[in-house]
């Protein structure tokens, strides 16, 4: 959290918050970095999955869903072909 109000001070425009144990912990994080911040939904990750009105609520600008759209791509070329 700290590393990413220092990217604020620097200018950053919007902070992300490596892998957030908890949803307190995203809270936290969402209170005291100003700022727009996003967060990555991984099913497998350490960061709790949330509802994107859960997330928007709690204070991210950004949700990305790096292996879902991964999932449905693969899907898609497999089925291309047939």
Sequence with gaps: IRRCQEFVAAGADITFLEAPLSEAEMRRY???????????????????????????????????YPLTLLSAGMRAQEQAPQ
């Excluded at 967060?39 to 990305?64: D, Q």
């Design 30 to 64: 969402c209170q005291e970095v100003p700022g727009p911040k996003m967060v990555n939904m991984l099913p497998s990750g350490k960061t709790p999955m949330l509802p994107h009105s859960r997330l928007e609520e709690i204070g991210f600008a950004i949700a990305a």
